[in-house]
Nanobody
Framework: EVQLMESGGGVAQAGGSLRLSCVASAVVFDDREDYIVGWFRQSPGKERAGIACMSPVDGVALYRNSVKGRFTMSSDNAKNIVYLQMNDLKPEDTGIYYC?????????????????WGQGTQVTVSS
Protein backbone atom coordinates (compact mmCIF):
# COMPACT_ATOMS: atom_id res chain seq x y z
CA GLU A 1 0.00 0.00 0.00
CA VAL A 2 1.40 3.38 -1.01
CA GLN A 3 1.13 6.12 1.59
CA LEU A 4 0.91 9.79 0.61
CA MET A 5 0.71 12.77 2.95
CA GLU A 6 0.39 16.37 1.80
CA SER A 7 1.32 19.52 3.69
CA GLY A 8 1.92 23.17 2.98
CA GLY A 9 -1.58 24.38 2.23
CA GLY A 10 -2.90 27.61 3.68
CA VAL A 11 -4.11 31.06 2.80
CA ALA A 12 -2.35 33.31 0.31
CA GLN A 13 -3.15 36.56 -1.41
CA ALA A 14 -3.53 36.78 -5.15
CA GLY A 15 -0.09 37.05 -6.70
CA GLY A 16 1.50 35.21 -3.79
CA SER A 17 3.16 31.82 -3.55
CA LEU A 18 2.80 28.55 -1.67
CA ARG A 19 4.74 25.32 -1.82
CA LEU A 20 2.98 22.02 -1.25
CA SER A 21 4.86 18.92 -0.17
CA CYS A 22 3.86 15.30 -0.43
CA VAL A 23 5.77 12.66 1.49
CA ALA A 24 5.35 9.36 -0.33
CA SER A 25 6.26 5.74 0.24
CA ALA A 26 9.76 4.89 -0.96
CA VAL A 27 8.50 2.57 -3.70
CA VAL A 28 7.19 5.60 -5.60
CA PHE A 29 10.78 6.74 -6.18
CA ASP A 30 12.19 3.31 -7.05
CA ASP A 31 13.51 3.40 -10.62
CA ARG A 32 12.63 -0.28 -11.01
CA GLU A 33 8.98 0.65 -10.67
CA ASP A 34 6.90 2.74 -13.07
CA TYR A 35 5.11 5.15 -10.79
CA ILE A 36 3.71 8.35 -12.16
CA VAL A 37 2.82 10.89 -9.48
CA GLY A 38 0.55 13.86 -9.78
CA TRP A 39 -1.23 16.75 -8.14
CA PHE A 40 -4.97 17.13 -8.43
CA ARG A 41 -7.19 19.99 -7.37
CA GLN A 42 -10.84 20.05 -6.38
CA SER A 43 -12.18 23.59 -6.56
CA PRO A 44 -15.47 24.51 -4.86
CA GLY A 45 -18.39 23.13 -6.83
CA LYS A 46 -16.15 21.33 -9.33
CA GLU A 47 -14.87 17.85 -9.84
CA ARG A 48 -11.35 16.93 -8.92
CA ALA A 49 -8.99 17.56 -11.85
CA GLY A 50 -5.35 16.77 -12.55
CA ILE A 51 -3.07 19.79 -12.73
CA ALA A 52 0.45 18.35 -12.85
CA CYS A 53 2.15 14.99 -13.20
CA MET A 54 5.60 13.52 -13.54
CA SER A 55 7.78 10.46 -13.21
CA PRO A 56 10.16 10.86 -10.25
CA VAL A 57 12.68 8.85 -12.24
CA ASP A 58 13.08 11.25 -15.17
CA GLY A 59 11.75 14.39 -13.48
CA VAL A 60 9.87 15.62 -16.55
CA ALA A 61 6.61 17.27 -15.51
CA LEU A 62 3.47 18.03 -17.49
CA TYR A 63 0.90 20.64 -16.55
CA ARG A 64 -2.71 21.57 -17.09
CA ASN A 65 -2.91 24.73 -19.21
CA SER A 66 -4.45 26.77 -16.40
CA VAL A 67 -1.34 26.40 -14.22
CA LYS A 68 1.38 26.17 -16.87
CA GLY A 69 4.08 28.78 -16.30
CA ARG A 70 2.97 29.40 -12.72
CA PHE A 71 3.25 26.00 -11.02
CA THR A 72 6.29 23.76 -10.92
CA MET A 73 6.26 20.12 -9.88
CA SER A 74 9.47 18.50 -8.68
CA SER A 75 10.73 15.74 -6.44
CA ASP A 76 13.51 15.10 -3.97
CA ASN A 77 13.97 11.37 -4.40
CA ALA A 78 16.44 11.09 -1.53
CA LYS A 79 13.78 12.42 0.86
CA ASN A 80 10.78 10.71 -0.79
CA ILE A 81 9.04 14.05 -1.30
CA VAL A 82 7.14 15.48 -4.25
CA TYR A 83 6.63 19.23 -4.38
CA LEU A 84 4.29 21.66 -6.08
CA GLN A 85 5.60 25.21 -6.14
CA MET A 86 2.73 27.57 -6.85
CA ASN A 87 3.52 31.13 -7.90
CA ASP A 88 1.35 34.03 -9.04
CA LEU A 89 -1.62 32.47 -7.30
CA LYS A 90 -5.12 33.41 -8.42
CA PRO A 91 -8.45 33.14 -6.58
CA GLU A 92 -9.45 30.37 -9.00
CA ASP A 93 -6.56 28.29 -7.63
CA THR A 94 -8.55 27.89 -4.42
CA GLY A 95 -9.36 24.29 -3.63
CA ILE A 96 -8.26 21.08 -1.99
CA TYR A 97 -5.00 19.80 -3.43
CA TYR A 98 -4.35 16.07 -3.54
CA CYS A 99 -1.14 14.20 -4.14
CA UNK A 100 -1.64 10.98 -6.08
CA UNK A 101 0.42 8.04 -7.29
CA UNK A 102 0.08 5.42 -10.00
CA UNK A 103 -1.87 7.71 -12.31
CA UNK A 104 -4.04 6.26 -15.02
CA UNK A 105 -3.02 8.87 -17.57
CA UNK A 106 -0.36 11.58 -17.68
CA UNK A 107 0.17 13.35 -20.97
CA UNK A 108 -0.11 16.75 -22.62
CA UNK A 109 -3.69 15.76 -23.50
CA UNK A 110 -4.78 15.15 -19.94
CA UNK A 111 -4.02 14.08 -16.38
CA UNK A 112 -6.56 11.63 -15.00
CA UNK A 113 -7.20 9.02 -12.34
CA UNK A 114 -4.95 7.45 -9.76
CA UNK A 115 -4.78 4.33 -7.63
CA UNK A 116 -3.38 5.96 -4.49
CA TRP A 117 -4.40 9.28 -2.94
CA GLY A 118 -3.35 11.52 -0.10
CA GLN A 119 -5.87 13.10 2.25
CA GLY A 120 -5.62 16.55 0.64
CA THR A 121 -4.58 19.99 1.81
CA GLN A 122 -6.64 23.17 1.53
CA VAL A 123 -5.37 26.17 -0.42
CA THR A 124 -7.30 29.42 -0.27
CA VAL A 125 -6.33 32.40 -2.41
CA SER A 126 -7.90 35.74 -1.55
CA SER A 127 -8.29 38.57 -4.03
Amino acid sequence: EVQLMESGGGVAQAGGSLRLSCVASAVVFDDREDYIVGWFRQSPGKERAGIACMSPVDGVALYRNSVKGRFTMSSDNAKNIVYLQMNDLKPEDTGIYYCAARLDYCSSYGITGAKFWGQGTQVTVSS
